[in-house]
């Protein structure tokens, strides 16, 4: 599994262990001792999930995580917190936190929970970029602002984003929802759909054969 995971933990030996153990499961992490320094850390870089300690130096951790939910809330927070604690872990879900994991940390479990919030990360950008590129089509006024057709479409692009990305996703199953929501979205016009989606039509068709989509008439 692939990802990329700052750490947020002010015990070196802690922050070491787990370093250690997620690259070797295929994770890319980058080890922050506070939450001032992970805050600072992605306003010149990129990351796919954070994973922090409550008990910090100086910022809490609950607070990190508020800050992140507001300023970048594409990213998921994970927190660790103290055994037995549910009082912490719901105060963590409630500020906004993705998921918790629990002292003294099961890395199978945290692994598990790092690569759903990947998944659940990826999906975003997907939506985003989805929706971003239906705004932005030019020349089909009917799908533009607040047509049915396009308000359905994002409609299911909502659904679609605040589902479960672990019972929901694979990249292809992804892919293959967007494709079968635009083609409704626009009628079954394959030229506009793959339009949309930034494919020729060739490929559209090569994808529609390969998802077991039927294909529609031209509208």
Known sequence: MSGRIVIVEDDRSMA????????????????????????????????DV???????????GLDLCERIVVNRPDI??????????METAMAAIRAGAYDFVNKPVDMDALALVLERAVRHRALQDKVKTLSEALAQSQGFAELVGDSPPMQH????????????????ITGEE???????????????????????????RKTLYRKLAQYGLEAQDEG
């Open 174 to 200: 992804v892919e293959r929802r967007y494709i079968h929501h635009v083609l409704r979205a626009v009628g079954g016009n394959k030229t506009l759909a793959a339009r949309i989606l930034g494919f020729d």
């Open 50 to 60: 954070v994973l922090t300690d409550l008990k910090l130096p100086g910022l809490h």
């Open 76 to 85: 998921p927070v994970v927190v660790i917190t103290a055994f037995g604690s």
């Open 16 to 47: 070491e262990m787990l370093e250690a153990d997620l690259r070797l499961r295929g994770f890319v992490t980058v080890w922050c001792p506070t939450a001032e320094a992970a805050l600072a850390q992605w306003q010149h870089d990129d990351f």
């Open 153 to 168: 479409l994002y409609q299911q692009l909502a659904r679609v984003a605040a589902s479960d990305a672990a019972v929901l």
